[in-house]
T-cell receptor, first 117, second 115 residues
Framework: GAVVSQHPSWVICKSGTSVKIECRSLDFQATTMFWYRQFPKQSLMLMATSNEGSKATYEQGVEKDKFLINHASLTLSTLTVTSAHPEDSSFYIC?????????????FGPGTRLTVL | QQQVKQSPQSLIVQKGGIPIINCAYENTAFDYFPWYQQFPGKGPALLIAIRPDVSEKKEGRFTISFNKSAKQFSLHIMDSQPGDSATYFCAASTYSGGSNYKLTFGKGTLLTVNP
């Protein structure tokens, strides 16, 4: 149980284009999902917290207009990197929390490797 | 400002050894402390977690020791195996409003277990 998937697993795009990453909770309803970014050999940095049906809460320093987050259903959240640039190349990881179960654990997806040329 | 300090940055042990990874925190609002294991190119996977009212927790070969007064906690891996070679992250969780809890991660420890 508690499986989170991401799609795509890797993506290469040209500078200036937009890329959408999907995060799905496969066997539970995730009222809250989190998006992290991880640069090579570094830790996970929280970008934003999204709650189903409401606007995402972004961490300080994260550009809301560049990283659009939509949490339209209890099993799906999307992260769109708009007008991507090479410095946006990173490993993006989502996590989800099964709030109904009352547990604190966040279950992480397998990550999406974004390379912007 | 890093809120969870993790050490060492890297660690090499022989098979069967007991690597120990240490973390320290300052924010007393943290009330849940998970450890994650991450293999290259994969997302983190929860190993074990502890709450501050418990001083030790064991799950299989993994043990967390927690010292609330010192605001420190550590992960011990018993009988380590080459398959345990991965990056380990400690984390700390605090309430962030509504029904949300936010995780703050340490910088990670790259563990290598030699055969």
């Amino acid at each position: 149980g508690a499986v989170v998937s991401q799609h795509p697993s890797w993506v290469i795009c040209k500078s200036g284009t937009s890329v959408k990453i999907e995060c799905r909770s496969l066997d539970f309803q995730a009222t809250t999902m989190f998006w992290y970014r991880q640069f090579p050999k570094q830790s996970l940095m929280l970008m934003a917290t999204s709650n189903e049906g409401s606007k995402a809460t972004y961490e300080q320093g994260v550009e809301k207009d560049k990283f659009l987050i939509n949490h339209a259903s209890l099993t799906l959240s999307t992260l769109t990197v708009t007008s991507a640039h090479p410095e946006d190349s990173s490993f993006y990881i989502c996590s989800a929390r099964d709030q109904a179960s009352g547990v604190r654990e966040q279950f992480f997806g397998p990550g999406t490797r974004l390379t912007v040329l | 400002q890093q809120q969870v300090k993790q050490s060492p940055q890297s660690l090499i042990v022989q098979k069967g050894g007991i690597p120990i990874i240490n973390c320290a925190y300052e924010n007393t609002a943290f009330d849940y402390f998970p450890w994650y294991q991450q293999f290259p190119g994969k997302g983190p996977a929860l190993l074990i977690a502890i709450r501050p009212d418990v001083s030790e927790k064991k799950e299989g070969r993994f043990t967390i020791s927690f010292n609330k007064s010192a605001k420190q906690f550590s992960l011990h891996i018993m009988d380590s195996q080459p398959g345990d070679s991965a990056t380990y992250f400690c984390a700390a969780s605090t309430y962030s409003g509504g029904s949300n809890y936010k995780l703050t991660f340490g910088k990670g420890t790259l563990l290598t277990v030699n055969p």
